[in-house]
Structures are given as structure tokens and as C-alpha cells.
């Protein structure tokens, strides 16, 4: 068999595997799976609402202004304490506050800033959590 016209026929091929494999050499070989943030910790499956400290919607966009208020508020201004629109309170604190519920570092924040590249300087100074999911933890009293 003769295959007419096999110049442009071998160009598409190579545009089309160019882009159908993007996503595998655009990221060192490896297909990036998209991030899943877990909420398996062992104090949010304690919250009778599971709730953040404010709306899903708001934090998912606007997390690291909500710290930076934070660490504003409580270093310049002594004010620990942070009131929900939902009325509840919680501790103005990055490690007191998000990461007690979010004890789950790895699960959590890094799966979505290792996914876009991003690693927040904020552990230079900042403890993180002793990793802790509430799948471990069953685990660990089943032993
Ligand atoms: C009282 C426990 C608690 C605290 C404190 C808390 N969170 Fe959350 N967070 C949750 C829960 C529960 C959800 C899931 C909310 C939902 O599904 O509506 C959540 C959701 C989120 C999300 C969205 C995740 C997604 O899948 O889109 C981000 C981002 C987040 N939290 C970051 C933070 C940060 C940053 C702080 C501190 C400023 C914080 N959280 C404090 C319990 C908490
Ligand atoms: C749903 C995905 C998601 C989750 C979960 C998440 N983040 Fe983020 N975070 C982002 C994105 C996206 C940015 C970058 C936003 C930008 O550059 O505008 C960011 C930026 C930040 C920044 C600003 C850093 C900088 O150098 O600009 C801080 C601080 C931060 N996140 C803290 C946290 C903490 C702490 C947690 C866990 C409690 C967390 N984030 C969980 C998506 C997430
Ligand atoms: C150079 C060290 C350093 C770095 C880097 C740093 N912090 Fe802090 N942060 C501190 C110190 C010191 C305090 C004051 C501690 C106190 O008074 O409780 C503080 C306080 C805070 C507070 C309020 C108190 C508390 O318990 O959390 C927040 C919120 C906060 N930082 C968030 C952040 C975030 C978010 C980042 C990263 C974007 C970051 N910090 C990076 C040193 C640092």
C-alpha cells in the first residue's frame, strides 16, 4: 500500500502526539494527578458541622489572606481570636488554628501547593503538625 500525501500526514501525527502526551513531558515524564485535599483528620471527623473557619468557597480562594489578617490582627493587635460568620471562635493561630483540625499536612496544603509549585516559607519558622489522619489513628487503636 502507498500512502498519498505521507508529508502532512506525518506532521499531524506528530503535532497530535505533541498534545495528547502534553501533559506527561510538560511535567518531567510524570502525568500530575490533579490535588485532592483529605479532610480525614481526627478533629474534623470530631466537628459535629464540617465546617472551616469560613465559607469552602472563600478559603479555597483566599486562605493566605485570611492568614495574613491572622497574623496581623494577633501579632500587631493581641487579638488571638477570630469570629466566624457563623458565630464561632476560633484561635487567630496557623498552628493552633488551621492546623489543628487540618493536622494532616501532607494530605492537605501540600497537595495542592506541590500540584502549582508552591512552597509556603511560613515552616521556616512555623511547627508543623505531627502528621496525624484519622485513618492512622483507627489503625493504630486496632493494633
Ligand atoms: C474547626 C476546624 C478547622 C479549622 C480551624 C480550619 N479548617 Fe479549613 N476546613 C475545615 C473543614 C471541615 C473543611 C471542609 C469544608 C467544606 O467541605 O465545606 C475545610 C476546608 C478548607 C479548605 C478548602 C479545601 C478544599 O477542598 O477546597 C481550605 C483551603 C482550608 N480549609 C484551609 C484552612 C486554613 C488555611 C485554615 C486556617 C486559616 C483553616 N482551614 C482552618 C476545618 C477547619
Ligand atoms: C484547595 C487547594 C489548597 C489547599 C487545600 C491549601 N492551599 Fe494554600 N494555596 C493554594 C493556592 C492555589 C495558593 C496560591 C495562590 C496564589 O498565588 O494566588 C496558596 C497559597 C498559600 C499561601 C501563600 C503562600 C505564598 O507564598 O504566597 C499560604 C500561606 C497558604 N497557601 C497556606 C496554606 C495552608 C496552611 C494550608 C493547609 C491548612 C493550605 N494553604 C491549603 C491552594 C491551597
Ligand atoms: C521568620 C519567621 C516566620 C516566618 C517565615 C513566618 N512566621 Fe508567622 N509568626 C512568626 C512569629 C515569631 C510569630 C509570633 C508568634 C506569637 O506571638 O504567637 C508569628 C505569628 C503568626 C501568626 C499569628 C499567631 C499564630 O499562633 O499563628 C500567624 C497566623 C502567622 N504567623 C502566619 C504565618 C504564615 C501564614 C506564614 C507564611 C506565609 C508565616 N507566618 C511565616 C514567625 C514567622
Not at 481526627?42 to 489578617?69: F, G, T, W
Not at 494532616?104 to 521556616?124: A, V
Request: charge should be positive; glycine fraction near 6%.
Amino acid at each position: 500500500m502507498r500512502i498519498y500525501n505521507a508529508k502532512p500526514i506525518f506532521i499531524g501525527l506528530v503535532i497530535f502526539f505533541g498534545f495528547a502526551t502534553f501533559p506527561f513531558w510538560y511535567n518531567g515524564g510524570r502525568a500530575a494527578p490533579p490535588p485532592e485535599p483529605k479532610l480525614d483528620t481526627p478533629v474534623i471527623q470530631k466537628l459535629e458541622k464540617k465546617e472551616c473557619v469560613a465559607s469552602k468557597d472563600y478559603m479555597r480562594k483566599s486562605h493566605m489572606d485570611l492568614l495574613n489578617k491572622w497574623r496581623t490582627e494577633a501579632v500587631r493587635l493581641a487579638n488571638r481570636y477570630y469570629v466566624s460568620a457563623a458565630g464561632n471562635t476560633y484561635p487567630a493561630s496557623l498552628q493552633r488554628g488551621c492546623m489543628k483540625c487540618h493536622s494532616n499536612k501532607t494530605e492537605f496544603c501540600d497537595q495542592c501547593h506541590n500540584y502549582i509549585g508552591l512552597t509556603p516559607y511560613c515552616w521556616d519558622c512555623h511547627i508543623p503538625p505531627k502528621q496525624v489522619t484519622q485513618t492512622e489513628q483507627v489503625a493504630k487503636k486496632g493494633e
